[in-house]
């Protein structure tokens, strides 16, 4: 048996590191897989989070954001069943960092007048109007500063990476990395884990389609238009992006 994990939820997206629970028999042929497929894990936030699982802070940290998160959860359920009754629908609460609430008997374009009187009194709530095929208010809930990207066949499937620097256009590009930040932005979603600045040389390592390509230029050329995409015009309406 293998288990697999990441800390992106418990710890930091950013940190990109996850973790693999193997038998003694087969860590070397994944510690050399590791090696010949991705070898650039940063070594230092490795010794960090080594020391806190040895240390037992990370198995606490995990116990008192669950409990909080439990908590903010049963507060909002209750919450919105004690006011709102039958004219809300809730669905995923049963698991997740987020709640989507449909909105029943309600025109949808009373969508941004809920919205903003929400945030008037302090609750955040993010819009799923952009997305396709709604046809009532729909708005997601968050307990929590993460939340999790929506799928939905009406999606739009970009091109990786390495494609998108095939076509030479960063112009192209910024107008996509800001279709991908109004979606985002409608979902609640503020930290977008691009572009991958790296220049990529060799082939063996595992995240080049992530990449722009072999060419500085054309890296660095493509890494402005994404970030300008995904950041507007106003920083106040973009999402944080990380290199």
């Known amino acids: 048996m293998i288990y697999v994990g990441t800390l992106s939820k418990t710890l930091s997206p950013t940190l990109r590191l996850g973790y693999l629970v193997v038998p003694t028999s087969l860590c070397r042929a994944f510690a050399e897989a590791k090696r010949l497929t991705d070898r650039h894990t940063p070594l230092l936030e490795q010794d960090a989070l080594a020391d806190l699982l040895a240390s037992g802070a990370y198995e606490r940290h995990v116990r008192s954001i669950r409990r909080k998160k439990t908590e903010r959860r049963t507060v909002l359920l209750q919450s919105l069943g004690d006011n709102l009754g039958a004219s809300v629908t809730i669905a995923g609460a049963d698991t997740g960092l987020h709640v989507v609430i449909w909105i029943d008997g309600v025109a949808s374009d009373r969508e941004p007048m809920i919205i903003e009187a929400a945030r008037t009194a302090g609750s955040g709530l993010y819009p799923l109007s952009p997305l396709p095929d709604q046809q009532r208010p729909i708005l997601r809930a968050p307990n929590s500063v993460v939340a999790t990207k929506p799928v939905s066949p009406g999606f739009t499937a970009f091109p990786t990476a390495i494609g998108l620097a095939a076509t030479g256009d960063p112009e192209a590009l910024q107008e996509m990395a800001d279709i991908m930040r109004r979606q985002m932005r ?46 507007a015009n106003d920083l106040r309406e973009g999402v944080l992006v990380s290199a």
């Open 186 to 231: 409608a979902v609640g979603m503020l930290h977008a884990l691009a572009p991958v600045m790296d220049v990529a040389r060799d082939a063996r390592w595992g995240r080049v389609t992530e990449t722009y390509g072999e060419d500085p230029y054309l890296v660095s050329s493509m890494s402005v238009a994404f970030t300008r995409g995904m950041q």
